[in-house]
């Protein structure tokens, strides 16, 4: 989740009745590629074969898109394991299931590319260089091809297919005195950043799309407890695992009505930390002790993720 969002304050007529406080909070959706990864344990494993160039750039690729991914899922912690395999011509279900065993991944991205002949340009003398061995740069054009398979363990049983080429630009800095296959072999190992690119590019359909919605929490105006207050700071500030800590020792007392208001926030913050099945517990407990008004909407949003 997000953290941003614009509050607005509903005011109920008398300070002994339970008061509204609205959030509007930017919510993580699935991927484009339908994917929900949030929460999940991703693994990148990409194939190493005989061809050292074809496997230094799927190693790159690789550490770009895990960079990419734990921007998005971890809070940039480095927590997307990359692994290696023989490379293979074949990917099945069964191999998929193997890599979720060895990785421990819930979700397994597993990547091959090749890349083709270079194409080059020009060898032309830089002006002011600084040294020798960049006195010359020789721009060229590297064909590659890339096939990625992702296996999410916790979804439904198959293995997704992705395929795509590009022809990425590279500049080649020489002495002046190689070959043109020594160009060509120089510049095959000078893809740094365009593997950066390419790893950017493919994440792209994994990264999370984002909606705005309102989330709504009871509270009452402080009598010998802050914890209502103190609740709803937490949770305005996104430390909504701060505002269960306080919620739930409201659960244990106050009146029926109170303590029915703190399981119904307590539901709602597990909503929103992606534990639905946590949420509706709550939401149940809420509803035995009292009628809950915010309670319909609630069940609506978490019928959505139960039912799937």
Excluded at 165 to 171: I, K, M
Aim: charged share 25%.
């Amino acid at each position: 989740m997000k953290h941003s969002w614009i509050l607005a304050l509903a005011l109920a007529v008398s300070a002994c009745s339970p008061q509204v406080y609205s959030l509007y909070l930017d919510v993580r959706q699935p991927s484009n590629s339908g994917l929900t990864l949030s929460g999940k344990d991703i693994s990148i494993v990409y194939m190493d074969g005989s061809n050292q160039v074809d496997s230094l750039f799927d190693r790159q690729v690789a550490s770009s898109l895990a960079r990419q991914l734990e921007e998005d899922y971890f809070d940039g912690r480095e927590k997307v394991g990359i692994y290696r395999i023989p490379s293979t011509d074949t990917v099945s279900l069964e191999k998929m299931h193997s890599l979720v065993m060895e990785t421990e991944g819930d979700v397994v991205f597993l990547l091959h590319s090749r890349l083709g002949e270079p194409t080059l340009e020009v060898n032309q003398p830089v002006k002011q260089a600084s040294s020798p061995d960049s006195a010359y740069v020789c721009p060229a054009q590297v064909p590659v091809s890339l096939k990625l398979n992702v296996y999410d363990s916790m979804g439904e049983d198959k293995v997704r297919d992705y395929s795509g080429s590009s022809v990425l630009r590279t500049l080649v800095y020489n002495n002046g005195m190689l070959t043109e296959d020594g160009l060509k072999a120089l510049s095959l190992r000078s893809m740094d950043a365009q593997a950066e690119t390419v790893g950017a590019r493919v994440s792209s359909r994994f990264l999370s799309n984002w909606i705005t919605e309102g989330f709504s929490f009871y509270y009452f105006q402080p009598d010998a407890s802050d914890l209502w207050v103190e609740a709803l700071v937490d949770a305005m500030e996104g430390r909504f695992s701060a505002a269960v800590d306080r919620w739930s020792q409201l659960v244990k007392s106050g009146s029926a009505v109170k303590r029915s208001c703190a399981c119904y926030n307590i539901a709602q913050a597990f909503y929103i930390l992606g534990d639905y099945r946590l949420s509706a517990r709550w939401l149940s407990e809420a509803e035995k002790l009292e009628d809950v008004s915010l309670a319909m909407a609630l069940k609506k949003r978490l019928a959505a993720h139960l039912e799937k």
